[in-house]
């Protein structure tokens, strides 16, 4: 972690008031924290998150500020980024997002998330990246590093074990220790140890009785004790119940939606606390360190401040930079028949399904984003295909909710967010009483259109999923099937035309069960950002080989998966994680049970052989692997190369394998390349419960190299000690 000069914040801290050191450590703003003027100590201004800069909001209550200089780039989400399997294209958008929010003025952007995805019913698991916590450690801690390059503080979010959004502020949840330390913290600490994340966020969740945000365990016993942490800690917005337990934590800052700033658990009552000798003034002092230390990281304060980096927002290299992440990001899920990629000199395209033509950068929540622009689906195709092709869209399925915006609109002018959801509640609840009859008829003669035309049309692109009605901060998703009767449309398409190219768009896995045998070429892609509709354009026409690979497993069912399977997802009051540390991947590849699409999952225009796998044991230093990688194809691609560790024989028991290391190359047709990895000896390593630290049980272990969890093209056996 930058060290900076303790000196200047120790004579800063001795010329404050205690009401001054209070209004530090609250919020006085809905997106800043307090400053003092007469010290030259400056408010903390704060933004949502990680799709791009987060509209500006009024000073003083959470009403949108309707100005014309917040619109923004808006980047692919962070299970996008994770599909890219790149560190490098991590870290650039990094470097976007922290330009981009220092170019508005922020000093901290409340990203990456990095909550591991353990149901594919979580509603914000568009926002985090993966399942497995190598992955996350990889990738978060690259994204870390770009966004503070730009004198602006990530903020890594949310601590910890924070897997659901049913009950979110006061669920209770629990995990075994095992699972805890190999699961759900590993990157949450490599966020502190690698990418040096100058801030992190408490959780809104209670874990083991506690609030997240006021849990000395996690915040004092973890972070500041075995991780030896000095950065800011800060609460979600309202995640602070309790003044005693939030003043005598690690928590630094409290912030919330409300106005009454003054009225803040860590404010007045705080103050009042400390004068009647209830709370020592000395933890007031170790929270205004840490925000002082802060502020001489962000060059705010100090000798260094006339050096801040200033920032730029919406630049055309900060479009290209995004353009590059979303085509990496796109995963081609099955291509028989070689249907994909397509010709561009198609006479007629038949182009189905409203998520084609829906831009998706406003909803999710805390992730919405104004975007300067956002290509959709049907921008991005007719913009590659250009004049000489006919492309007749038809929607195909009926979203209710469109009405609503179609009704009312984007009010632009509108300063009152409140009102705005009230006309939208109150112009969806007239539109339900229609009756369902209605808009199951509306639903008929939409899908009745599409295949008519599927049917006349040879080349047809359906282009289905999910929204931010489903992917969205606050709820859950009921269902594990396509809302608005998409299923039923999707099998009539392919009934009418086989040859139809299936895109998906989703935060998260979807069922495919009533389709999947039928469809035969699937591209599978997250949010992703202003030039989403662009990126997947250039891969249905080859322009970009695809070589995005799937972060988080596709279940065939959701009773396959483990999270659902032992009963506890998703309930009230609490919640116990009875799968432990067989999450994902592990679950499935050690009790045999498949999967729709594997772990690491994802198809190329051209093919790659493996071989020549070679390894070295070093003792003490781990084990130092070479092989070689060749594009055997008639295209240029790129191909994620995974590294998995078996332990055969183990004194507790471990998943058949699990992922230790990644890389990505690109290939010329014919072109090889050798590969040289290195695996530490954590790599071998599990969580001990008796001796509550990381052990190696020494003996022999299994090296996989392979394509996906299911494709292992290379192993062999070593002895690490």
């Known amino acids: 972690m930058k060290k900076v000069n303790e000196a200047v914040i120790e004579e800063l801290l001795s010329q404050m008031t205690l009401e001054e050191k209070v209004g530090l450590i609250h919020g006085n703003g809905i997106f800043r924290s307090g400053g003092v ?59 976007v997002l922290g330009s981009e929010a220092r170019g508005r003025g922020k ?25 497995d916590p190598n992955l996350i450690e990889e990738l978060a801690s690259s994204m870390i590093r770009g966004i503070q390059e730009n004198d602006v503080a990530a903020c890594v979010k949310h601590f910890a074990v924070n897997n659901q959004e049913t009950d979110r502020l006061a669920v209770d949840t629990d995990l075994e220790d095992r699972a805890l330390f190999e699961i759900y913290l590993p990157g ?52 602070v119940h309790d003044t005693k337990a939030a003043a005598n934590s690690p928590l630094d800052i409290e912030m919330d939606v409300k106005s009454n700033f003054d009225e803040y658990k860590m404010a007045n009552p705080l103050l009042e606390a400390v004068k009647r000798k209830e709370i020592s003034e000395d933890e007031i002092d170790k929270k205004v360190r840490n925000i002082l230390r802060l502020m001489l ?28 992440v979303a085509r990496e990001s796109i995963i081609l899920l099955k291509n028989e028949e070689n249907r994909l990629p397509l010709k561009k000199n198609i006479k007629k395209l038949a182009v189905i399904g409203q998520n084609a033509n829906i831009l998706h950068s406003a909803g999710g929540g805390s992730a919405e984003v104004k975007a300067l622009y956002e290509i959709s689906p049907l921008l991005g195709i007719r913009m590659e295909l250009g004049g000489n092709t006919e492309v007749t869209y ?63 049309t040879e080349d047809v692109i359906l282009v ?3 929204d931010h009605h489903q992917d969205m901060e606050g709820r859950d998703r009921k269902s594990y099937e396509l809302p608005y009767a998409q299923e039923q449309l999707i099998e009539e398409v392919l009934d009418a035309n086989p040859n139809t190219i299936l895109v998906v768009f989703a935060g998260s896995p979807v069922s495919m069960q009533k389709f999947i045998g039928k469809a035969k070429a699937i591209v ?51 919640v116990y994680y009875n799968e432990g540390i067989m999450v994902g991947y592990r679950y499935y590849d050690t009790e045999d049970i498949t999967p729709e699409f594997c772990f690491g999952h994802g198809l190329s225009y051209t093919n790659f052989t493996y071989k020549d796998l070679v390894t070295r044991v070093n003792k003490g230093k781990g084990v130092f692997l070479s092989f070689s990688v060749r594009n055997t194809g008639k295209v240029a691609g790129a191909e994620t190369i995974q590294v998995y560790v078996s332990d055969p024989v183990c004194s507790v028991k471990r998943p058949i394998h699990e992922l230790k290391g990644f890389t990505k190359i690109f290939l010329q047709p014919g072109e090889e390349k050798e590969i040289m990895m290195e695996l530490k000896p954590s790599a071998f390593t599990y969580y001990c419960t008796k001796s509550k630290k990381f052990v190696l049980e020494g003996g022999e272990f299994i090296i996989e190299v392979g394509s996906s969890s299911r494709d292992i093209r290379l192993n062999q056996t070593v002895r690490v000690e």
């Not at 799709?51 to 980047?75: H, I, N, P």
């Not at 990281?297 to 590059?324: A, D, F, P, V």
């Open 394 to 456: 038809r929607p195909g399925y009926y979203v209710s909710y469109q009405k609503v915006f179609d009704i009312i609109g984007y009010q632009e002018t509108s300063t009152d967010v409140m009102t705005e959801r009230a006309k939208r509640k109150k112009v969806w609840l007239e539109l339900e009483k229609e009756g369902k009859e209605k808009r199951k008829e509306e639903e008929r003669r939409l899908r009745e259109e599409a295949v008519l035309l599927a049917r006349e």
């Open 297 to 324: 990281r962000l060059k705010m304060i100090g000798e260094e401040s006339e050096e801040r980096e200033s920032g730029t927002y919406n630049t055309i290299s900060h479009q290209q930079e995004i353009l590059k």
């Open 107 to 131: 000093d901290v952007i409340l990203a990456p998330g990095i909550n591991i995805k353990r149901s594919p019913l979580c509603g914000r698991n568009f926002e985090y990246m993966s399942e």
């Open 464 to 466: 289905v999923g999910l």
């Open 524 to 574: 599978w892609s997250y949010y992703n950002g202003m030039q989403g509709g662009k990126a997947l354009s250039d891969v249905l026409f080859g322009i970009i080989n695809p070589s995005g690979k799937l972060p988080e497993s596709m279940p065939k069912t959701l009773s396959d998966c483990p999270a659902h399977k032992f009963g506890e997802f998703g309930t009230k009051g609490s």
């Open 37 to 95: 003027e007469r010290l030259g100590i400056p408010s903390l201004k704060m933004s949502d998150g990680p799709m791009g800069v987060r509209r500006e909001f009024e000073d003083q209550r959470w009403f949108l500020a309707c100005k014309t200089d917040d619109y923004v780039s808006y980047l692919p989400s962070n299970s996008a980024i994770a599909a890219t399997w790149n560190k490098e294209l991590a870290y650039t958008s990094g470097q």
């Open 188 to 239: 949450f600490k490599a966020a502190i140890k690698k990418g040096e994340s100058y801030s992190i966020m408490g959780a809104y969740n209670k874990f083991r009785g506690a609030q997240c945000c006021e849990n000395t365990y996690l915040l004092k016993s973890i972070l500041r004790e075995e991780w030896e942490y000095d950065g800011t800690i800060i609460s979600d917005w309202g995640g």
